[in-house]
């Protein structure tokens, strides 16, 4: 049986698409061979386990239960526990000091950028705020995310492809789940 994290992009964010935690959780143990649910934050983070390994296809069960029961789609970025701890160590933002953490986000990516797109987000790039692409994530730092151009929206149309972010803190803490 495998373990997994569900980062769901869009709900419970500025008071749009306001899911329940305990309706998630009820949500996802609809998904045929999803067991052992687990919800982090009211922020769309939830980790179960499956006999299955077929990410298309957990997104898929999942996505299809969210739109039966919102009454509207709600993109999943899928990946294994064991990622989320490579991502962590694998993090190229290196001379980030750590008083400074807290300033660090990671997007994550539907799939893996071709690679006449990975080099685009570097031109945005400047002292207050840079983006380095790795594998299907791409790590953030900004001095203000808030009004940073590397928003979830920004990347999605520079890369192509479907992505949800999360700040550093809630990276690491889902390691602690």
Same mark, same amino acid.
């Given at each position: 049986?495998?373990?997994?994290?569900?980062?769901?992009?869009?709900?419970?964010?500025?008071?749009?698409?306001?899911?329940?935690?305990?309706?998630?959780?009820?949500?996802?143990? +609809?998904?045929?061979?999803?067991? =052992? !649910?687990?919800?982090?934050?009211? /922020?769309?983070?939830?980790?179960?386990?499956? @006999? $299955?390994?077929?990410?298309?296809?957990?997104?898929?069960?999942?996505?299809?239960?969210?739109?039966? +029961?919102?009454?509207?789609?709600? =993109? !999943?970025?899928?990946?294994?526990? /064991?990622?989320?701890?490579?991502?962590?160590? @694998? $993090?190229?933002?290196?001379?980030?000091?750590?008083?400074?953490?807290?300033?660090?986000?990671?997007?994550?990516?539907?799939?893996?950028?071709?690679?006449?797109?990975?080099?685009?987000?570097?031109?945005?790039?400047?002292?207050?705020?840079?983006?380095?692409?790795?594998?299907?994530?791409?790590?953030?730092?900004?001095?203000?995310?808030?009004?940073?151009?590397?928003?979830?929206?920004?990347?999605?149309?520079?890369?192509?492809?479907?992505?949800?972010?999360?700040?550093?803190?809630?990276?690491?803490?889902?390691?602690?789940?």
């Amino acid at each position: 049986m495998s373990r997994f994290v569900a980062l769901l992009r869009g709900i419970n964010v500025a008071g749009q698409g306001l899911i329940l935690m305990d309706d998630l959780r009820m949500w996802f143990g +609809q998904v045929p061979g999803i067991s =052992d !649910v687990s919800t982090y934050m009211q /922020s769309g983070n939830v980790l179960f386990s499956s @006999d $299955n390994v077929n990410e298309q296809e957990l997104i898929a069960g999942i996505e299809d239960v969210l739109e039966r +029961q919102l009454g509207y789609r709600v =993109d !999943v970025i899928l990946r294994l526990y /064991s990622d989320i701890k490579k991502i962590v160590e @694998d $993090n190229p933002l290196t001379t980030v000091k750590t008083e400074e953490k807290n300033r660090m986000y990671v997007t994550f990516l539907s799939g893996i950028p071709s690679f006449d797109v990975r080099g685009s987000l570097g031109v945005y790039s400047n002292d207050a705020e840079y983006a380095r692409v790795l594998n299907r994530e791409v790590y953030v730092y900004s001095n203000n995310y808030g009004k940073t151009c590397f928003s979830n929206t920004f990347i999605e149309k520079k890369l192509g492809l479907k992505a949800t972010t999360r700040n550093w803190t809630t990276v690491n803490k889902l390691l602690d789940l």
